[in-house]
Protein backbone atom coordinates (compact mmCIF):
# COMPACT_ATOMS: atom_id res chain seq x y z
CA UNK A 1 0.00 0.00 0.00
CA UNK A 2 2.24 2.74 1.36
CA UNK A 3 4.83 1.79 -1.40
CA UNK A 4 2.59 2.44 -4.31
CA UNK A 5 1.77 5.60 -3.15
CA UNK A 6 5.67 6.45 -3.00
CA UNK A 7 5.90 4.71 -6.10
CA UNK A 8 3.19 7.34 -7.60
CA UNK A 9 4.28 10.55 -6.09
CA UNK A 10 8.12 9.72 -7.43
CA UNK A 11 7.27 8.66 -10.57
CA UNK A 12 9.88 10.69 -12.25
CA UNK A 13 12.46 9.89 -9.75
CA UNK A 14 13.87 6.16 -10.05
CA UNK A 15 11.42 4.24 -8.31
CA UNK A 16 12.92 2.86 -4.85
CA UNK A 17 12.93 -0.75 -3.87
CA UNK A 18 11.49 -2.79 -6.94
CA UNK A 19 12.76 -1.12 -9.73
CA UNK A 20 13.42 -2.77 -12.86
CA UNK A 21 16.20 -5.06 -13.54
CA UNK A 22 17.74 -2.63 -16.50
CA UNK A 23 18.30 -0.26 -13.86
CA UNK A 24 19.66 -2.42 -11.33
CA UNK A 25 22.16 -3.49 -14.20
CA UNK A 26 23.27 -0.05 -14.23
CA UNK A 27 23.57 0.15 -10.24
CA UNK A 28 25.85 -2.71 -11.14
CA UNK A 29 27.83 -1.09 -13.54
CA UNK A 30 28.17 1.99 -11.48
CA UNK A 31 29.50 0.12 -8.25
CA UNK A 32 31.98 -1.85 -10.17
CA UNK A 33 33.30 1.42 -12.06
CA UNK A 34 33.53 3.51 -8.74
CA UNK A 35 35.34 0.96 -6.95
CA UNK A 36 38.15 0.44 -9.42
CA UNK A 37 37.93 4.18 -9.76
CA UNK A 38 38.65 3.94 -5.70
CA UNK A 39 41.12 1.70 -5.80
CA UNK A 40 43.19 3.64 -8.15
CA UNK A 41 42.77 6.87 -6.33
CA UNK A 42 43.51 5.31 -3.00
CA UNK A 43 46.53 4.44 -4.65
CA UNK A 44 48.03 7.16 -5.39
CA UNK A 45 47.19 9.02 -1.83
CA UNK A 46 50.36 9.83 -0.72
CA UNK A 47 51.20 7.91 2.71
CA UNK A 48 51.42 11.18 4.37
CA UNK A 49 47.48 11.49 4.52
CA UNK A 50 46.24 8.18 5.63
CA UNK A 51 44.78 9.42 8.75
CA UNK A 52 42.75 12.16 7.33
CA UNK A 53 42.40 10.26 4.47
CA UNK A 54 40.44 7.94 6.44
CA UNK A 55 38.67 10.26 8.45
CA UNK A 56 37.25 11.60 5.02
CA UNK A 57 36.30 8.50 3.52
CA UNK A 58 34.19 7.81 7.08
CA UNK A 59 32.63 11.22 6.42
CA UNK A 60 31.97 10.46 2.56
CA UNK A 61 30.17 7.44 3.73
CA UNK A 62 27.66 8.82 5.98
CA UNK A 63 26.12 9.03 2.95
CA UNK A 64 24.08 6.93 3.86
CA UNK A 65 22.29 10.19 6.01
CA UNK A 66 20.78 10.23 2.59
CA UNK A 67 18.99 6.94 3.18
CA UNK A 68 17.96 7.48 6.58
CA UNK A 69 16.29 11.13 5.13
CA UNK A 70 14.34 8.79 2.99
CA UNK A 71 13.24 6.73 5.43
CA UNK A 72 11.71 9.50 7.51
CA UNK A 73 10.18 10.54 4.73
CA UNK A 74 8.33 7.47 3.65
CA UNK A 75 7.81 5.54 6.58
CA UNK A 76 4.33 5.72 8.63
CA UNK A 77 5.65 3.17 11.55
CA UNK A 78 6.42 5.31 14.74
CA UNK A 79 8.92 2.71 15.29
CA UNK A 80 10.74 3.11 11.86
CA UNK A 81 10.56 6.18 12.25
CA UNK A 82 12.28 6.78 15.26
CA UNK A 83 14.99 4.08 13.79
CA UNK A 84 15.72 6.43 10.82
CA UNK A 85 16.01 9.50 13.19
CA UNK A 86 18.82 7.77 15.20
CA UNK A 87 20.19 7.26 11.64
CA UNK A 88 20.19 10.68 10.51
CA UNK A 89 21.80 11.78 14.09
CA UNK A 90 24.58 9.07 13.62
CA UNK A 91 25.25 9.65 10.43
CA UNK A 92 25.05 13.86 10.43
CA UNK A 93 27.76 13.27 13.68
CA UNK A 94 29.93 11.62 11.96
CA UNK A 95 29.80 13.94 8.78
CA UNK A 96 30.64 16.90 10.99
CA UNK A 97 33.28 15.63 13.40
CA UNK A 98 34.70 13.95 10.32
CA UNK A 99 35.20 16.79 8.01
CA UNK A 100 36.32 19.33 10.36
CA UNK A 101 38.70 16.93 11.33
CA UNK A 102 40.12 16.66 8.20
CA UNK A 103 40.38 20.16 8.01
CA UNK A 104 41.98 19.92 11.62
CA UNK A 105 44.67 17.18 10.48
CA UNK A 106 45.57 18.26 7.24
CA UNK A 107 46.42 21.80 8.79
CA UNK A 108 48.76 20.16 10.68
CA UNK A 109 50.78 19.42 7.18
CA UNK A 110 53.35 22.85 6.64
CA UNK A 111 56.77 22.42 4.73
CA UNK A 112 60.04 23.66 6.28
CA UNK A 113 60.27 27.20 7.39
CA UNK A 114 63.28 28.34 5.78
CA UNK A 115 64.28 30.71 8.72
CA UNK A 116 65.05 29.27 12.18
CA UNK A 117 62.23 27.48 13.56
CA UNK A 118 59.94 29.26 15.91
CA UNK A 119 60.20 29.40 20.20
CA UNK A 120 57.25 28.25 21.14
CA UNK A 121 55.04 26.79 18.31
CA UNK A 122 51.89 26.63 19.91
CA UNK A 123 49.88 24.61 16.89
CA UNK B 1 7.75 16.33 -4.51
CA UNK B 2 8.78 20.45 -4.00
CA UNK B 3 12.19 20.21 -6.49
CA UNK B 4 12.05 19.08 -9.87
CA UNK B 5 12.92 15.24 -10.12
CA UNK B 6 15.65 15.93 -12.79
CA UNK B 7 17.53 18.67 -11.08
CA UNK B 8 17.76 16.45 -7.71
CA UNK B 9 19.63 13.80 -10.09
CA UNK B 10 21.98 16.50 -11.53
CA UNK B 11 22.49 17.57 -8.20
CA UNK B 12 23.32 14.05 -7.39
CA UNK B 13 25.94 14.07 -10.11
CA UNK B 14 27.41 16.95 -8.80
CA UNK B 15 27.93 15.33 -5.61
CA UNK B 16 29.44 12.54 -7.06
CA UNK B 17 32.20 14.31 -8.91
CA UNK B 18 32.95 16.65 -5.73
CA UNK B 19 33.51 13.14 -4.00
CA UNK B 20 35.79 12.29 -6.41
CA UNK B 21 37.91 15.16 -6.97
CA UNK B 22 38.05 14.86 -3.09
CA UNK B 23 40.24 11.68 -3.40
CA UNK B 24 42.00 12.81 -6.10
CA UNK B 25 43.19 16.27 -3.71
CA UNK B 26 44.18 13.84 -1.37
CA UNK B 27 46.88 12.29 -3.18
CA UNK B 28 49.35 15.60 -2.47
CA UNK B 29 49.66 17.44 0.58
CA UNK B 30 49.52 20.76 -1.45
CA UNK B 31 45.83 20.47 -2.47
CA UNK B 32 44.95 17.70 0.53
CA UNK B 33 42.62 21.38 2.22
CA UNK B 34 40.65 20.89 -1.20
CA UNK B 35 39.85 17.45 0.05
CA UNK B 36 38.10 17.70 2.82
CA UNK B 37 36.22 21.13 1.32
CA UNK B 38 35.00 19.46 -1.74
CA UNK B 39 33.56 16.25 -0.12
CA UNK B 40 32.04 18.97 2.19
CA UNK B 41 30.43 20.60 -0.34
CA UNK B 42 29.29 17.47 -2.23
CA UNK B 43 27.85 16.56 0.98
CA UNK B 44 25.82 19.40 1.83
CA UNK B 45 24.58 19.32 -1.80
CA UNK B 46 23.28 16.01 -1.49
CA UNK B 47 21.40 16.25 1.65
CA UNK B 48 20.36 19.61 0.81
CA UNK B 49 18.73 18.74 -2.43
CA UNK B 50 17.16 15.07 -1.05
CA UNK B 51 15.88 17.42 1.79
CA UNK B 52 13.81 19.11 -1.11
CA UNK B 53 12.72 16.11 -3.02
CA UNK B 54 11.50 14.46 -0.08
CA UNK B 55 8.97 16.35 1.89
CA UNK B 56 9.88 14.98 5.96
CA UNK B 57 6.34 15.57 8.10
CA UNK B 58 8.15 15.25 11.62
CA UNK B 59 11.12 18.82 10.71
CA UNK B 60 11.15 18.56 14.39
CA UNK B 61 12.77 15.35 14.82
CA UNK B 62 15.02 16.33 11.98
CA UNK B 63 16.38 19.02 13.24
CA UNK B 64 16.98 17.41 16.33
CA UNK B 65 19.23 14.69 15.02
CA UNK B 66 20.85 16.90 13.25
CA UNK B 67 21.34 19.54 16.21
CA UNK B 68 22.37 16.10 18.36
CA UNK B 69 25.00 15.55 15.25
CA UNK B 70 26.11 19.55 16.06
CA UNK B 71 26.32 18.81 19.48
CA UNK B 72 28.37 15.40 19.91
CA UNK B 73 30.57 15.74 16.65
CA UNK B 74 31.71 18.83 17.11
CA UNK B 75 33.69 18.42 20.26
CA UNK B 76 34.73 15.28 19.20
CA UNK B 77 36.53 16.88 16.10
CA UNK B 78 38.19 19.74 17.82
CA UNK B 79 39.11 18.11 21.39
CA UNK B 80 40.34 14.65 20.16
CA UNK B 81 44.11 14.87 20.60
CA UNK B 82 46.49 13.52 17.63
CA UNK B 83 47.27 10.29 19.57
CA UNK B 84 43.87 9.04 19.89
CA UNK B 85 42.86 9.18 16.23
CA UNK B 86 42.64 5.68 16.35
CA UNK B 87 40.40 5.41 18.91
CA UNK B 88 38.44 8.55 16.95
CA UNK B 89 38.19 6.14 14.12
CA UNK B 90 36.61 3.34 15.42
CA UNK B 91 34.25 5.14 17.37
CA UNK B 92 32.85 7.04 13.81
CA UNK B 93 32.96 3.81 12.24
CA UNK B 94 30.86 2.37 14.89
CA UNK B 95 28.87 5.49 14.50
CA UNK B 96 28.14 5.03 10.71
CA UNK B 97 27.42 1.53 10.70
CA UNK B 98 25.19 1.74 13.18
CA UNK B 99 23.33 4.22 11.35
CA UNK B 100 23.52 1.99 7.94
CA UNK B 101 22.47 -1.45 9.82
CA UNK B 102 19.35 0.38 11.21
CA UNK B 103 18.08 2.51 8.48
CA UNK B 104 18.71 -1.07 6.88
CA UNK B 105 16.42 -2.91 9.40
CA UNK B 106 13.82 0.63 8.96
CA UNK B 107 13.69 -0.60 4.95
CA UNK B 108 13.24 -3.78 5.67
CA UNK B 109 10.23 -3.59 8.12
CA UNK B 110 8.55 -0.97 5.87
CA UNK B 111 8.97 -2.68 2.20
CA UNK B 112 9.37 -7.15 3.18
CA UNK B 113 5.97 -7.13 1.93
CA UNK B 114 6.31 -5.63 -1.43
CA UNK B 115 10.04 -5.52 -2.18
CA UNK B 116 12.26 -7.96 -4.81
CA UNK B 117 14.32 -10.77 -3.70
CA UNK B 118 17.49 -8.98 -4.94
CA UNK B 119 16.46 -5.79 -2.31
CA UNK B 120 15.90 -8.18 0.35
CA UNK B 121 19.17 -10.47 -0.51
CA UNK B 122 20.85 -6.79 -0.39
CA UNK B 123 19.06 -5.56 2.69
CA UNK B 124 19.95 -8.65 4.49
CA UNK B 125 23.56 -8.48 3.47
CA UNK B 126 24.10 -5.35 4.30
CA UNK B 127 22.70 -4.97 7.84
CA UNK B 128 24.76 -8.26 8.27
CA UNK B 129 27.61 -6.15 7.40
CA UNK B 130 26.66 -3.52 9.55
CA UNK B 131 26.18 -5.29 12.86
CA UNK B 132 29.17 -6.98 12.45
CA UNK B 133 31.20 -3.80 12.09
CA UNK B 134 29.37 -2.10 14.78
CA UNK B 135 30.53 -4.83 17.34
CA UNK B 136 33.69 -5.00 15.82
CA UNK B 137 34.45 -1.47 15.89
CA UNK B 138 33.23 -1.52 19.41
CA UNK B 139 35.89 -4.27 20.39
CA UNK B 140 38.36 -1.97 18.37
CA UNK B 141 37.29 1.25 20.56
CA UNK B 142 37.46 -0.64 23.74
CA UNK B 143 41.37 -2.00 22.87
CA UNK B 144 42.68 1.16 21.34
CA UNK B 145 41.15 2.93 24.31
CA UNK B 146 42.75 0.73 26.73
CA UNK B 147 39.55 -0.67 28.37
CA UNK B 148 40.42 -4.35 27.87
CA UNK B 149 43.56 -5.89 26.73
CA UNK B 150 45.28 -5.43 23.64
CA UNK B 151 45.99 -8.99 23.46
CA UNK B 152 43.73 -11.37 20.71
CA UNK B 153 41.24 -13.14 22.98
CA UNK B 154 42.13 -17.09 21.81
CA UNK B 155 40.69 -20.49 22.67
CA UNK B 156 40.72 -23.93 20.83
CA UNK B 157 38.55 -23.95 17.63
CA UNK B 158 38.17 -19.97 17.54
CA UNK B 159 37.80 -19.75 14.13
CA UNK B 160 35.85 -22.75 13.74
CA UNK B 161 33.13 -20.99 16.29
CA UNK B 162 33.67 -17.71 14.71
CA UNK B 163 32.65 -19.14 11.26
CA UNK B 164 29.92 -20.71 12.76
CA UNK B 165 28.11 -18.16 14.05
CA UNK B 166 28.52 -16.01 10.79
CA UNK B 167 27.35 -19.04 8.83
CA UNK B 168 23.99 -19.41 11.42
CA UNK B 169 23.74 -15.35 10.63
CA UNK B 170 23.57 -15.84 6.75
CA UNK B 171 21.81 -18.93 7.38
CA UNK B 172 18.93 -16.62 9.43
CA UNK B 173 19.41 -14.18 6.09
CA UNK B 174 18.20 -16.76 3.57
CA UNK B 175 15.18 -17.89 5.59
CA UNK B 176 14.17 -13.90 5.93
CA UNK B 177 14.88 -13.58 2.16
CA UNK B 178 12.57 -16.66 1.65
CA UNK B 179 10.10 -15.64 4.25
CA UNK B 180 10.17 -11.90 4.69
CA UNK B 181 7.01 -11.71 6.59
CA UNK B 182 8.30 -13.71 9.37
CA UNK B 183 10.11 -10.31 10.72
CA UNK B 184 11.09 -11.76 13.55
CA UNK B 185 14.09 -13.27 12.62
CA UNK B 186 15.24 -10.06 11.90
CA UNK B 187 16.52 -9.44 15.78
CA UNK B 188 18.13 -12.77 16.11
CA UNK B 189 20.18 -12.21 12.81
CA UNK B 190 21.23 -9.14 13.81
CA UNK B 191 22.27 -10.41 17.21
CA UNK B 192 24.53 -13.30 15.17
CA UNK B 193 25.95 -10.67 13.33
CA UNK B 194 26.93 -8.67 16.15
CA UNK B 195 28.51 -12.13 17.78
CA UNK B 196 30.73 -12.36 14.74
CA UNK B 197 32.41 -8.90 14.93
CA UNK B 198 32.68 -9.25 18.55
CA UNK B 199 34.54 -12.05 18.44
CA UNK B 200 36.43 -11.07 15.39
CA UNK B 201 37.88 -8.27 16.75
CA UNK B 202 38.41 -9.67 19.90
CA UNK B 203 40.72 -12.40 18.65
CA UNK B 204 43.15 -9.46 17.00
CA UNK B 205 45.81 -7.92 18.50
CA UNK B 206 46.56 -4.05 19.05
CA UNK B 207 49.56 -3.62 16.66
CA UNK B 208 47.48 -5.06 13.72
CA UNK B 209 44.84 -2.70 14.32
CA UNK B 210 45.84 -0.55 11.35
CA UNK B 211 45.13 -3.61 8.82
CA UNK B 212 41.44 -4.28 11.44
CA UNK B 213 40.16 -0.39 11.01
CA UNK B 214 40.78 -0.27 7.30
CA UNK B 215 39.06 -3.49 7.19
CA UNK B 216 36.08 -2.25 8.93
CA UNK B 217 36.40 1.20 6.74
CA UNK B 218 35.77 -0.78 3.83
CA UNK B 219 32.89 -2.49 5.30
CA UNK B 220 31.27 0.41 6.19
CA UNK B 221 31.38 1.60 3.00
CA UNK B 222 30.17 -1.47 1.27
CA UNK B 223 27.14 -1.52 3.34
CA UNK B 224 26.25 2.25 2.78
CA UNK B 225 26.76 1.06 -1.48
CA UNK B 226 24.06 -1.68 -0.35
CA UNK B 227 21.57 1.24 0.72
CA UNK B 228 22.60 2.67 -2.63
CA UNK B 229 21.22 -0.26 -4.73
CA UNK B 230 18.35 -0.65 -2.21
CA UNK B 231 17.18 3.01 -3.07
CA UNK B 232 18.57 3.09 -6.52
CA UNK B 233 20.34 5.93 -5.43
CA UNK B 234 23.86 6.45 -7.50
CA UNK B 235 24.83 8.66 -5.26
CA UNK B 236 24.96 6.10 -2.31
CA UNK B 237 26.07 3.54 -4.00
CA UNK B 238 29.27 5.98 -5.52
CA UNK B 239 30.09 7.16 -2.46
CA UNK B 240 29.73 3.87 -0.52
CA UNK B 241 32.32 1.80 -2.97
CA UNK B 242 34.63 4.52 -2.84
CA UNK B 243 34.84 4.37 1.18
CA UNK B 244 34.69 0.77 0.21
CA UNK B 245 37.62 0.59 -1.65
CA UNK B 246 39.69 2.77 0.12
CA UNK B 247 39.26 0.92 3.20
CA UNK B 248 40.43 -2.00 1.19
CA UNK B 249 43.27 -0.79 -0.49
CA UNK B 250 44.58 0.66 2.78
CA UNK B 251 44.05 -2.80 4.73
CA UNK B 252 45.96 -4.45 1.37
CA UNK B 253 48.87 -1.45 2.18
CA UNK B 254 48.99 -2.36 5.78
CA UNK B 255 49.10 -6.52 5.30
CA UNK B 256 51.50 -6.41 2.56
CA UNK B 257 53.73 -4.30 4.84
CA UNK B 258 53.75 -6.75 7.34
CA UNK B 259 53.79 -9.74 4.63
CA UNK B 260 51.19 -11.28 5.54
CA UNK B 261 47.73 -12.38 3.82
CA UNK B 262 43.79 -10.70 5.27
CA UNK B 263 42.92 -14.32 6.51
CA UNK B 264 46.30 -14.31 8.36
CA UNK B 265 45.75 -10.62 9.83
CA UNK B 266 42.37 -11.58 10.77
CA UNK B 267 42.60 -15.15 11.94
CA UNK B 268 45.75 -15.45 12.89
CA UNK B 269 45.91 -14.25 16.25
CA UNK B 270 49.54 -13.18 15.98
CA UNK B 271 50.81 -11.84 19.34
CA UNK B 272 48.71 -14.15 21.38
CA UNK B 273 51.96 -15.83 21.99
CA UNK B 274 53.54 -12.83 24.12
CA UNK B 275 52.55 -14.66 27.35
CA UNK B 276 54.56 -17.99 26.20
CA UNK B 277 57.33 -16.30 25.11
CA UNK B 278 58.05 -14.02 28.34
CA UNK B 279 60.09 -16.87 29.71
CA UNK B 280 62.11 -17.30 26.71
CA UNK B 281 62.50 -13.30 26.62
CA UNK B 282 63.31 -13.70 30.43
CA UNK B 283 66.14 -16.37 28.99
CA UNK B 284 67.44 -14.21 26.10
CA UNK B 285 67.85 -11.44 28.91
CA UNK B 286 71.21 -13.26 29.79
CA UNK B 287 72.45 -12.08 26.28
CA UNK B 288 74.73 -9.16 26.77
CA UNK B 289 73.65 -5.97 25.44
CA UNK B 290 75.50 -2.46 25.49
CA UNK B 291 73.10 0.32 27.31
CA UNK B 292 74.38 4.08 27.60
CA UNK B 293 72.89 7.28 29.68
CA UNK B 294 71.37 10.18 27.87
CA UNK B 295 74.60 12.31 28.38
CA UNK B 296 76.68 9.37 26.19
CA UNK B 297 73.94 9.81 23.35
CA UNK B 298 74.09 13.57 23.24
CA UNK B 299 78.24 12.96 22.37
CA UNK B 300 77.75 10.46 19.67
CA UNK B 301 74.84 12.33 18.32
CA UNK B 302 77.54 15.26 18.30
CA UNK B 303 80.13 13.77 15.91
CA UNK B 304 77.20 12.73 13.67
CA UNK B 305 76.64 14.53 10.48
CA UNK B 306 73.29 12.51 9.61
CA UNK B 307 70.99 10.97 11.63
CA UNK B 308 67.64 9.01 11.25
CA UNK B 309 65.03 8.84 13.85
CA UNK B 310 62.53 5.84 13.91
CA UNK B 311 59.03 6.69 15.89
CA UNK B 312 56.56 3.43 16.66
CA UNK B 313 53.77 3.37 18.47
CA UNK B 314 55.53 4.27 21.94
CA UNK B 315 56.12 7.47 20.70
CA UNK B 316 52.27 8.10 20.92
CA UNK B 317 51.78 6.11 24.38
CA UNK B 318 54.63 8.27 25.74
CA UNK B 319 53.44 11.29 23.82
CA UNK B 320 57.05 12.08 22.96
CA UNK B 321 56.73 13.95 19.60
CA UNK B 322 57.49 17.51 20.53
CA UNK B 323 60.54 16.23 22.26
CA UNK B 324 61.68 14.74 19.24
CA UNK B 325 61.06 17.69 17.45
CA UNK B 326 63.81 19.57 19.95
CA UNK B 327 65.93 17.30 19.65
CA UNK B 328 66.03 17.14 15.56
CA UNK B 329 66.24 21.16 16.41
CA UNK B 330 69.29 21.07 18.20
CA UNK B 331 70.88 18.86 16.00
CA UNK B 332 69.92 20.78 12.83
CA UNK B 333 71.38 24.01 14.47
CA UNK B 334 74.21 22.14 14.74
CA UNK B 335 74.32 21.28 11.06
CA UNK B 336 73.46 17.71 11.45
CA UNK B 337 71.32 16.10 8.60
CA UNK B 338 67.98 15.03 10.59
CA UNK B 339 65.44 12.56 8.81
CA UNK B 340 62.47 10.59 9.85
CA UNK B 341 61.98 6.76 8.77
CA UNK B 342 58.34 5.86 8.74
CA UNK B 343 57.32 2.43 8.81
CA UNK B 344 53.80 2.30 7.00
CA UNK B 345 52.22 -0.10 10.17
CA UNK B 346 53.90 2.02 12.56
CA UNK B 347 51.44 3.91 15.41
CA UNK B 348 47.77 2.30 15.59
CA UNK B 349 46.12 3.52 12.28
CA UNK B 350 47.39 4.28 8.53
CA UNK B 351 49.71 7.50 8.61
CA UNK B 352 49.22 7.71 12.55
CA UNK B 353 53.04 8.83 12.92
CA UNK B 354 53.07 11.00 10.31
CA UNK B 355 50.31 13.35 12.02
CA UNK B 356 51.97 13.05 15.41
CA UNK B 357 55.26 14.43 13.88
CA UNK B 358 53.21 16.96 11.38
CA UNK B 359 51.77 18.18 14.75
CA UNK B 360 54.96 18.62 16.54
CA UNK B 361 55.87 21.07 13.43
CA UNK B 362 58.06 18.65 11.61
CA UNK B 363 58.03 19.48 8.12
CA UNK B 364 56.32 16.93 6.01
CA UNK B 365 59.51 16.97 3.49
CA UNK B 366 61.51 15.39 6.28
CA UNK B 367 58.96 12.30 6.64
CA UNK B 368 60.81 9.67 5.02
CA UNK B 369 58.84 6.02 3.92
CA UNK B 370 60.49 2.97 4.36
CA UNK B 371 61.42 2.33 0.79
CA UNK B 372 63.15 5.99 0.29
CA UNK B 373 64.87 5.41 3.99
CA UNK B 374 66.07 1.90 3.33
CA UNK B 375 68.97 2.61 1.31
CA UNK B 376 70.40 5.52 3.22
CA UNK B 377 71.11 3.92 6.32
CA UNK B 378 74.14 2.00 5.33
CA UNK B 379 75.36 6.11 4.79
CA UNK B 380 73.37 7.20 8.13
CA UNK B 381 75.81 7.72 11.14
CA UNK B 382 73.51 7.14 13.91
CA UNK B 383 70.15 5.73 13.97
CA UNK B 384 67.69 6.95 16.64
CA UNK B 385 64.36 3.93 17.39
CA UNK B 386 62.07 5.46 19.58
CA UNK B 387 58.94 3.36 20.81
CA UNK B 388 59.33 0.94 17.51
CA UNK B 389 60.25 -2.63 18.13
CA UNK B 390 59.33 -5.51 15.85
CA UNK B 391 59.82 -2.94 12.76
CA UNK B 392 63.31 -2.97 13.13
CA UNK B 393 64.04 -6.33 13.88
CA UNK B 394 66.46 -7.60 11.48
CA UNK B 395 64.93 -11.99 12.35
CA UNK B 396 62.88 -10.27 9.51
CA UNK B 397 65.32 -10.84 7.04
CA UNK B 398 67.76 -13.42 8.52
CA UNK B 399 65.61 -15.86 10.64
CA UNK B 400 63.37 -18.09 8.61
CA UNK B 401 61.75 -19.64 11.90
CA UNK B 402 60.75 -16.02 13.41
CA UNK B 403 57.05 -15.12 13.20
CA UNK B 404 58.05 -11.98 11.40
CA UNK B 405 60.22 -13.78 8.64
CA UNK B 406 59.67 -11.90 5.24
CA UNK B 407 58.30 -8.77 6.73
CA UNK B 408 59.88 -5.72 5.36
CA UNK B 409 61.47 -3.45 7.86
CA UNK B 410 63.73 -0.57 8.29
CA UNK B 411 67.40 -1.37 7.44
CA UNK B 412 68.87 0.47 10.83
CA UNK B 413 70.69 -2.42 11.66
CA UNK B 414 72.65 -1.35 8.93
CA UNK B 415 73.44 2.53 10.19
CA UNK B 416 76.90 3.21 11.80
CA UNK B 417 75.36 3.20 15.48
CA UNK B 418 71.74 2.61 16.37
CA UNK B 419 70.48 3.85 19.45
CA UNK B 420 67.32 2.14 20.64
CA UNK B 421 65.65 3.76 23.68
CA UNK B 422 63.17 1.56 25.19
CA UNK B 423 61.34 1.20 28.82
CA UNK B 424 62.83 -2.70 29.26
CA UNK B 425 63.81 -5.77 27.48
CA UNK B 426 60.26 -6.44 26.99
CA UNK B 427 59.84 -8.49 23.61
CA UNK B 428 57.52 -6.38 20.65
CA UNK B 429 54.03 -7.15 19.81
CA UNK B 430 54.73 -10.44 17.68
CA UNK B 431 56.42 -12.15 20.67
CA UNK B 432 59.80 -12.50 19.00
CA UNK B 433 62.93 -11.12 20.86
CA UNK B 434 64.18 -8.60 18.91
CA UNK B 435 68.01 -9.52 17.04
CA UNK B 436 68.72 -5.87 16.56
CA UNK B 437 69.52 -5.31 20.79
CA UNK B 438 72.53 -7.44 20.85
CA UNK B 439 74.22 -6.05 17.66
CA UNK B 440 77.96 -4.34 18.19
CA UNK B 441 76.56 -1.31 17.00
CA UNK B 442 73.72 -1.19 19.08
CA UNK B 443 73.20 0.80 21.79
CA UNK B 444 70.46 0.48 24.10
CA UNK B 445 68.71 3.80 26.69
CA UNK B 446 66.69 2.67 28.73
CA UNK B 447 63.52 4.04 30.25
CA UNK B 448 60.68 6.27 29.24
CA UNK B 449 60.94 7.94 25.59
CA UNK B 450 59.72 11.43 26.74
CA UNK B 451 61.77 11.70 29.98
CA UNK B 452 64.67 9.93 27.93
CA UNK B 453 64.54 12.40 25.02
CA UNK B 454 63.88 15.69 28.07
CA UNK B 455 67.34 14.30 29.29
CA UNK B 456 69.29 14.32 26.25
CA UNK B 457 67.87 17.81 24.77
CA UNK B 458 69.01 18.86 28.20
CA UNK B 459 72.71 17.09 27.19
CA UNK B 460 73.04 18.77 24.05
CA UNK B 461 72.08 21.88 25.29
CA UNK B 462 74.63 21.99 27.85
CA UNK B 463 77.58 21.19 25.54
Known amino acids: MMLELVANATATLPPAISYSSQDLVTNLLVFIMATFLGVELIRHVTRLLHTPLMALTNAI ?63 | MTLDPTYVLLIYVAGIILFIL ?22 AIGVA ?31 VATTALPQRTAVSQAFGSLAVALVGAAEFYDYHT ?29 KL ?84 FVLNNKLLIVAGSLDGSSGFVLALIMSQAMNRSFTNVLFGGVGAKVVKTAAGAAAAQARPVQSLSAGDVATILENARSVVIVPGYGMAVAQAQHTIKEVADLLQEKGIDVKYGIHPVAGRMPGHMNVLLAE ?34 PAART ?65
Do not use: H
Request: hydrophobic share 50%; proline share 5%; aromatic share 8%.
Open chain 1, 61 to 123: SSISMIAALIVMSETTDQTLLILATVGVALASTNIISGFILVERIVRLFKTKPKEKPKEKPTN
Open chain 2, 22 to 43: SLRFMSDVKTARWGGRSAALGM
Open chain 2, 49 to 79: ATLAAYTIQRVDLLIGAILIGFVVGTPIALR
Open chain 2, 114 to 142: TANTFTLSVLSAEMILGFLTFAGSCIAFA
Open chain 2, 145 to 228: QELIPGRPFVYPGKNFVSIAILVVAAAVAVFLVAEPSQTFALPIMAVFALAFGFLLVMGIGGADMPTVIAILNSYTGMSAAGLG
Open chain 2, 360 to 393: ANVPYDQLWEMEKINPTFPETDVAIVVGANDVTN
Open chain 2, 399 to 463: KPDSPLYGMPIMNVDKAKTVIFIKRSMSPGFSGSDNELFYLPNTWMVFGDAKKVLSDLVAALKAS
